[in-house]
């Protein structure tokens, strides 16, 4: 009898050792796959500090319920979180083109997401931090509407919460469908111009760029659809073009409307003589928030058509 307990305690100590290694095991382990940028990374099995520099990701962070993991952004991110109601008080705050690599590495964080406006997103900055056991995912700002969904697909895929990220991307395309239903029954189109740079260096968009595909979305067409990506344009081509509406996201000036409006040059143009200039925040963010902006794009050409939404 005294043998027998004596196995006993012996088993149990046994099975408690080989059930410690498998946890131990459990936490520890890693899966590899690729970023948004086809680099090749690590993830960690679980995931409890987030660095994120880049404010597209950050908004995705929050919607998807990752954001109390977020211990340090970069200062846009900072602008968000605090919208949303998120303290970043205690946060260190970094800047997103130049972040200090040696704060960084101090704050010891299971993963650093950045786009690739951050000098992290080279290769050889990417293979240091590699180097020090660090894991860093580059996620592109993606140029169309299929690439948004991919970016919080893989989000989803990294963080463990692919249902989130399923539902985000659901509601993201119900909420299209349900504009472009409305926007395909438009027989006058309006043109669009789209300011994204000011002058003297105005910067717009042709085809190929998700701002595009929302106007297409909503039943208008774009100035500039016989080019391509992001494009520098001129004064003469705008004035040229005399579009019936135009929208801006520029939010690096005061009342960048009234800025338009008041252009001395641009006073034949059909939507300034018609006072048919938006602003439309948060459309430089390539994310689901998109859809805020697609609502108002659409209601502010064409209010009755949208007039339910």
């Known amino acids: 009898m005294k043998n027998f307990k004596i196995f006993l305690i012996t088993l149990n100590a046994f099975l408690f050792i080989i059930i410690s290694c498998n946890n131990d095991n459990k936490n520890n382990s890693v899966s590899q796959i690729k970023d948004r940028a086809g680099n090749e990374i690590t993830i960690p099995e679980k995931i409890d500090k987030i660095i994120c520099l880049s404010p597209s990701i950050t908004e995705i962070l929050i919607d998807i319920g990752d954001a109390n993991k977020i211990i340090s952004v970069d200062s846009y991110s900072k602008e968000i979180l605090e919208k949303n109601n998120i303290d ?38 990417i293979d240091a931090i590699k180097s020090l056991g660090l894991t860093v995912a580059v996620i592109p700002n993606s ?45 006058d189109k309006k043109s669009i111009y789209f300011e994204i740079g000011t ?7 042709g085809t190929n760029v998700y701002l595009d595909d ?44 009234s800025e338009i ?10 939507a300034i003589q018609k ?15 998109i859809i805020k902006s697609l609502i108002l794009m659409a209601k502010s050409i064409y209010p009755n058509e949208y007039k339910e939404l």
């Open 88 to 125: 970043s008080s205690e946060m260190q705050i970094f800047d997103m083109m130049n972040p200090d690599a040696e704060k960084i590495i101090s704050l010891n964080p299971d993963i650093i997401f950045v786009n690739t406006f951050s000098v992290f997103s080279g290769k050889s900055s």
């Open 143 to 187: 140029d169309t509407l299929a690439g948004i969904e991919d970016d919080i697909y893989f989000l989803g895929e990294v963080l463990k919460l692919e249902d989130k990220a399923e539902e985000i991307v659901f509601e993201m395309r119900e909420n299209i469908e349900k504009i472009k239903s409305i926007g395909d029954k438009v027989e």
């Open 199 to 205: 002058m003297p260096n105005l910067y717009s968009f």
């Open 214 to 257: 929302m106007i297409n979305i909503i039943g208008a067409k774009n100035i500039f659809e016989d080019r391509n990506s992001w494009i520098a344009v001129s004064e003469e081509s705008v004035l040229s073009a005399n579009p019936d509406t135009i929208f801006t996201s520029v939010d690096y000036i005061d009342n960048p409307v």
């Open 261 to 270: 409006l008041n252009r001395k040059a641009w006073q034949n143009i059909k």
């Open 275 to 289: 006072k048919q200039v938006y602003f439309i925040p948060s459309s430089s963010l390539p994310n689901h928030n």
